[in-house]
Nanobody
Framework: QLQLVESGGGAVQAGDSLRLSCIASGRDFGTYTLAWFRQAPQKERELVGA?????????YRSSSVEGRFTISRDNSKNVVYLQMNNLSVEDTADYYC?????????????????WGQGTQVVVSA
């Protein structure tokens, strides 16, 4: 069992940066692939990126975020981060972290067994 709690969302202006954090409670954090998803109003939830339990290398779903967003994890603190730079209005969404034990960096929502409650990011022009 893993419980995930996100924080760090807020209202910012285009061009600003935010760092989201997701703290996990539970055992064996290092055995979980961790992902960040987002869901914009009236849109489906989509993968932002994921970081494997096997590697510190992150995978980003879209070229629109690669280079601006960085996912990292600290297994000693049971936390995964999403650093978001040069935010645009299109990044406005609820952001969720998710975890899958021994999983791949899949873009499929239903692969991930554990989810946080989400944190809202609003970017204004």
């Amino acid at each position: 069992q893993l419980q995930l709690v996100e924080s760090g969302g807020g209202a910012v202006q285009a061009g600003d940066s935010l760092r989201l954090s997701c703290i996990a409670s539970g055992r064996d954090f290092g055995t979980y692939t961790l992902a960040w998803f987002r869901q914009a109003p009236q849109k489906e939830r989509e993968l932002v990126g994921a970081i494997s339990w096997q590697s510190s290398r992150a995978y980003y779903r879209s070229s629109s975020v690669e280079g601006r967003f960085t996912i990292s994890r600290d297994n000693s603190k049971n936390v995964v981060y999403l650093q978001m730079n040069n935010l645009s209005v299109e990044d406005t969404a609820d952001y969720y972290c998710a975890a899958d034990r021994y999983g791949s960096t899949s873009p499929l929502v239903n692969q991930y067994a554990y989810w946080g409650q989400g944190t809202q990011v609003v970017v204004s022009a």
